[in-house]
Structure formats: C-alpha cells, structure tokens
C-alpha cells in the first residue's frame, strides 16, 4: 500500500509548545502533502513538499522530507489552542494518471490552553 | 475566496435508497474527486474525474456508485441502492493540477443509512 502512516496517533501538549508529528509512506513519491481536518469539517491543505525537496517551511510550520527513509514530519512552533485538529499527511504517486492522494490515518493534536 | 461547496450537509436515508449528493467545485479547477471517511477512519479516496469522464476509482467505487458533471458547474456523487456501510462523511474536492496537487475540499456531506 502507498498510504502513510502517521505517528503518535494521538498527541497533547500545552500552549506555547512544539508539536511534531510523522509521516512514513512506502512506495516512491511525487510529492508529499499536509492536511489539518477541524473535528467533522473539510480537510484543508496545509503545506506541499515536492520529492526533490528536503525542507518547507510556511508560517509556523516546518516540514521535512527525507526521500531514503520513506517518512516526513510536520512541526508546528509556538502552538495555540487553535491548532487543536487532526492532521494528515497524503501522498502522491510519481507515476500515474489524474491520480487521487493517498491519506494516513492521521494524528489528533490537542493543544492546551 | 472562492471555494468548493456540498450539498446537502447531512442526509438520512433508509437502506435500499438512491442518495445522491452534490458539489461545486472552483471554476477554473478541471479535475474533481470524490472522497469518503467513516467516522474515526482514514479519508479514502472513491474516485477521480476529468474531461467528463472517470480518470481512475478505487475498489470501493463499485457499480452502486456514480459520478457525473449534468451541467458546466456541479458534479454528483450518486448511490443507487445505499448500504448501512455507506454510512459516512463524503467529501468533494477539486484541483488544478493533474499529478497530485493541492486538493481543495468541500465541507463534506454527511450521510447516514438507516
């Protein structure tokens, strides 16, 4: 299977803290992306890292791609109680047609006020 | 900002039922998917669509579903005959890019079989 995978499943921390969370996928990729989903609401796109790149970074988030090891991380700096969601990573594959992306199941960040 | 919009945002339905549920995708965008998530699990994708036709669907889009573009600006999600395991969320997207790009979602139909 193509889909990542993210770790912790579940994270909690307070205000003001980092949060970091994993994805590892299997197959080779196009490109790698970042979701956050608020509790039954749409997903929304988040941040795009392209195959050939090794690290983006977008307001407070930073995320990493390292292509050898098959797996990205998504850090969020100075977290608030609004960052409270679930985030996603998703893949897209390097080859195929008007391919669909691949999401992981997800890490559910709370963030403590 | 212009934005991908579902309807309706919940429906209930009883087993054996057609559902057919609607989007609007951004109007320059020329690809369009359909997305599903059962509560508490992952967002799996159902099927992708350009130039009025299916570009590629996924084992879960079997002969129960559908999708189709009536007109210049909706596009349709149709269940013939619903199952108590269609139950889920099932959002639109669509995408300028064809290789994987940035996906815009909708807020997602919420459908629940009886």
């Known amino acids: 299977s193509q889909q990542g995978e993210e770790d912790p499943q579940a994270l909690s921390i307070q205000e003001g803290e980092n949060a970091t969370m994993n994805c590892s996928y299997k197959?080779?990729?196009?490109?790698l992306q970042w979701y956050r989903q608020n509790s039954g609401r749409g997903l929304v796109h988040l941040i795009l890292?392209?195959?050939?790149?090794r690290e983006k970074h977008s307001g407070r988030l930073r995320v990493t791609l390292d292509t050898s090891k098959k797996s990205s991380s998504l850090l969020i700096t100075a977290s608030r109680a609004a960052d409270t969601a679930s985030y996603f990573c998703?893949?897209?594959?390097?080859?195929?047609?008007?391919?669909?992306?691949?999401f992981g199941s997800g890490t559910q960040l709370t963030v403590l006020p | 900002e212009p934005e991908v919009t579902q309807t309706p945002s919940h429906q209930v339905t009883q087993m054996g039922q057609e559902v057919i549920l609607r989007c609007v995708p951004i109007?320059?965008?020329?690809?369009f998917y359909w997305y599903r998530q059962i509560l508490g699990q992952k967002v799996e994708f159902l099927v992708s669509?350009?130039?009025?036709?299916?570009?590629?669907k996924s084992e879960i889009f079997d002969d129960q579903f559908s999708v189709e573009r009536p007109d210049g600006s909706n596009f349709t999600l149709k269940i013939r005959s619903t199952k108590l395991e269609d139950s889920a969320m099932y959002f639109c997207?669509?995408?300028?890019?064809?290789?994987?790009?940035?996906?815009?979602f909708g807020e997602g139909s919420r459908l629940t079989v009886l």
């Open positions: 998703a893949t897209s594959y390097s080859s195929g047609s008007a391919r669909q992306l691949t």
């Open positions: 197959t080779s990729i196009n490109n």
């Open positions: 890292i392209r195959s050939n790149e």
């Open positions: 109007s320059n965008h020329l690809y």
């Open positions: 669509f350009y130039n009025n036709e299916i570009s590629e």
């Open positions: 997207a669509s995408s300028r890019e064809r290789r994987g790009g940035e996906l815009f």
